[in-house]
């Protein structure tokens, strides 16, 4: 699978309207036939930081990033940010989320 972690720092007037502006890109994305998550978390030590944990199949990550959704929300997130993301990318084993092996809950 292709894993992928974007942070995202917003600008403070954006803050509370992120996840409104990227709504429909976030919708449109997990419904896309190649993806296996599309994640959003706020930092807690900083409002404005939004981290996006995302993940395709080998061959879904190539479609998203042609997508006609993926290309509008690369025009609209520019004008709510203070930075350009930093981006983790790679391709790693296996298709889902594995249990952690050093703590059990049963």
Known sequence: ???IVVKFTTKPDWSERWLELVAG???ATRAEPG???FDWSRSVENPAEFILVEAFTDDGAGPHVNSDHFKQAMQDMPQALASTPKIISRSVDGDDWDDMGELTVE
Request: no cysteine.
């Open 35 to 37: 993806n296996l998550w």
């Open 25 to 27: 890109f976030t919708a």
């Open 1 to 3: 699978m292709h894993f």
